[in-house]
């Protein structure tokens, strides 16, 4: 059990940068395996409402 500074907030991000990295090596991904990373993002909003 880990008690190191029990009573200090820490945010969600901080937490999830433990938890991802331990389920990714739980998943048992190959982590050489390289993925297409892609700087795009549809917004739903955009879509509704059209040249906005």
């Excluded at 907030?9 to 991904?29: C, E, F, I, N, Q």
């Excluded at 050489?32 to 409402?49: K, L, M, Y």
């Amino acid at each position: 059990m880990l008690l190191h500074n029990w009573d200090v907030p820490y945010d969600a991000a901080s937490t999830m940068k433990v938890a991802v990295p331990v389920a990714v090596h739980r998943s048992g991904l190959d982590l050489d395996v390289q993925i297409p990373v892609v700087n795009e993002f549809r917004s739903v909003r955009a879509a509704a409402t059209p040249g906005q």
